[in-house]
């Protein structure tokens, strides 16, 4: 089933997707994330926008309560 069985037991062969893997580079490398100050400016941003979403939600379920239709 699958690939053709050409290999003897407990050999893999699989011309199909030959596979070679880089050498780990020396040392440590920077990876670059968001400070302690950019977390929680990214945070209080965050918080005001779904406020404002909840505060405009919350304006348009009032006005919506309060139209009078004739």
């Known amino acids: 089933m699958g690939d053709l069985e050409t290999a003897a037991p407990g050999e893999i062969r699989d011309p199909a997707a ?8 020396a ?5 670059p994330t968001l400070g302690e100050w950019g977390a929680l ?3 209080a941003l965050l918080g005001l926008a779904g406020w404002h979403r909840l505060a405009a939600k919350s304006a348009a379920s009032a006005r919506q309560k309060g139209a009078v239709s004739y």
Do not use: D, E, F, T
């Open 18 to 25: 030959p596979l070679r893997l880089a050498a780990a580079p």
């Open 27 to 31: 040392g440590a490398q920077a990876i």
């Open 41 to 43: 400016l990214l945070s």
